[in-house]
């Protein structure tokens, strides 16, 4: 076999593993951030501020390398790496406690009285933004990390059922990107129709721009490809390129807080087609039911049918961005959204429990319904871990005077104290002073990252050997690799620069 067609095996005919397991490395880097943030407040008692260059030390080794360890080495202990960080989440937080300079001598029951009261405010809500660096910062690490031995083989792309690792990637950024999309901004004005659409069919130009890019590159170097994945010329850009076309037109004809109802009309018609009509021998074997590849269709089958189902997906991260974006300011509101954000989670879960059971296994390669509803769980179940963490580090810096720590709510007195301009509980350095964040810097230019890693994997692919590289050469690449791309990315917000396509 040539090396190209080693690396094309190592990577195929895999049957993923549990969906507890994967939900369990999710839910992991949403306690880092907590415990990240946690550990600034703790050390602003120290040091007034941090340089850039402590500040991205501290978000890489919380944010990145819990990553790249529980995707290598760590993989088979993802319930003590939980423990661990709870522990020292647990640590930091009873020190802050301790060293608290607010209701020092209050009881902690008063403390939390008070706590409910107040507001918090911010120009975004911080828990998005973390769960679309936290796919963005795993699909990167999963990406080059699989052409290594040490990556397990259960946590690669599936062949045709199974719920892998790498499968939630292409799933979560899409309901990552539909959580921030123009329409859940209401970026657009109401009643231009005609202009939003406009301005939809302009955005995608880069998209394909991108997708034939990488066709033809792959193809003129020669480099390894997962032919089931998505086809011969079919590739992620193309999907996420039809996926916004078709939103686009669906979020003109439908109102925004209906995108639920048209999430679920898509796929259950998607999977009783798949079910009672030839569409899934298509998918599977091709017109002449042999796995031919001639003709666009057959060719990119995967591909082009797989769409309807990351459309659902799609439309249901609207319905959930929508939500979230809605006018709240007060601790109890956040509360009771991440209550309901976690037992949608659970519903969804026991509800995926039924379909694999009664209809059909998830399959990434068709997008089915069961893959469809194990995304947008697993997705509400990260989105709901994160909320969680940011009402606990809201707590810490209701507790501390001057705390600042980026990408997180502002604790604010209740407007009754002051009626137009509320008293904030962190100091006026903090709406000053640049923000010297990873996760903002991620989050500001999240496709440039993309791009970035997906270069960076193949320039590495092409110039190391890593079906047989060491274990310890492998996590030396991989961190590498990760925190030059880091790097480049935190050089650009500190610059002050947006790169945008369009």
Known sequence: MSQKQMKEAFVSNHNGTSVLEVTQGLCLPAFCILCRGLLIILSQ????????????????????????????????????????????????FYQIYCRRTYYARIPVQKILEKFLKISLESEYVPAISCFRVINSAFTAVAILAVDFPLFPRRFAKTELYGTGAMDFGVGGFIFGTAMVCPEVRRKYAEGSRFYYLTKSLYSVWPLVFLGIG????????????HLTEYGVHWNFFFTLMVVKLITSLLLIIFPLNKSWIVAISIIVLYQLALDFTPLKRLILYGTDGSGTRIGLLNANREGIISTLGYVAIHMAGVQTG????????????????????????????????IVQVNVEVVSRRMANLAFCIWIVA?????????????????????????????????????????KKHSESLVSEAERKEPSLCLI?????????????????????????????SSTLWALIVLNLYMFTNCLIIFVLHLQDKTIKFW
């Open 45 to 92: 008692y120290l040091c007034s501020s941090h340089t850039w260059r402590t500040r991205l030390f501290i978000d890489f080794v919380f944010l990145i390398v819990p990553l790249v360890a529980t995707l290598t080495i760590l993989s088979s202990f993802v319930l003590l790496e939980h423990l661990a960080v709870i522990i020292l989440g647990a640590g930091l």
């Open 214 to 225: 990488r066709l033809v590159i792959i193809k003129s170097i020669g480099y390894q490809e």
């Open 322 to 353: 929508s939500y979230m974006f809605k006018k709240r300011s007060h601790v109890k509101d956040w509360i009771k959204v991440t209550c309901c954000i976690l037992l949608t989670a659970i519903s969804l879960f026991i509800s995926l429990y």
């Open 378 to 418: 697993s997705s509400l179940i990260l989105l709901s871990s994160l909320l969680l963490g940011d009402i606990i580090l809201s707590f810490a810096k209701f507790l501390t005077k001057g705390a600042i720590v980026p990408c997180s709510w502002k604790p604010v007195q209740p407007s009754a104290i002051s």
């Open 440 to 468: 903002t810097a991620m989050n500001r230019n999240q496709l440039v990252f993309f791009l970035l890693s997906n270069i960076t994997t193949g320039l590495i692919n092409l110039m190391v050997d890593t079906l047989h």
